[in-house]
Nanobody, 121 residues
Framework: QVQLVESGGGLVQAGGSLRLSCVAS????????MGWYRQAPGTQRDLVASITSGGSTNYADSVKGRFTISRDNAKKTVYLQMNSLKPEDTAIYYC???????????????WGQGTQVTVSS
């Protein structure tokens, strides 16, 4: 019943910005770490950024200084602010979350369906 729904993807020129959002819904006791991953054609799915329930963040080297991950626990939402976008950022971006269903002993790993980000030169 738990779902993650991404939004905010689209087409942008190099140097531009986008903000991705991911909202969790359904039967949720709590949400632990949330993160964004991306996958370009012919590549593996890699971590872009993650954020713990306490606000600690982690970024891929390729996006440090350009992307910012944040979350709003009341809204069950994680965001990815992407600035100074480059063509190599083009990929499908996926939201991920560690969701506790009824207690901290009942965790599931959930993924969104992905949202396309295309950066043109």
């Amino acid at each position: 019943q738990v779902q993650l729904v991404e939004s905010g993807g689209g087409l942008v020129q190099a140097g531009g910005s986008l903000r991705l959002s991911c909202v969790a819904s359904g039967r949720i006791f709590s949400i632990g770490t949330m993160g964004w991953y991306r996958q370009a054609p012919g590549t593996q799915r890699d971590l872009v950024a993650s954020i713990t329930s306490g606000g600690s963040t982690n970024y891929a080297d390729s996006v440090k200084g350009r992307f910012t991950i944040s979350r709003d626990n009341a809204k069950k939402t994680v965001y990815l602010q992407m600035n100074s976008l480059k063509p190599e950022d083009t990929a499908i971006y996926y939201c991920n979350a560690d969701v506790f269903i009824s207690s901290f002993r009942d965790m599931t790993d959930r993924w969104g369906q992905g949202t396309q980000v295309t950066v043109s030169s």
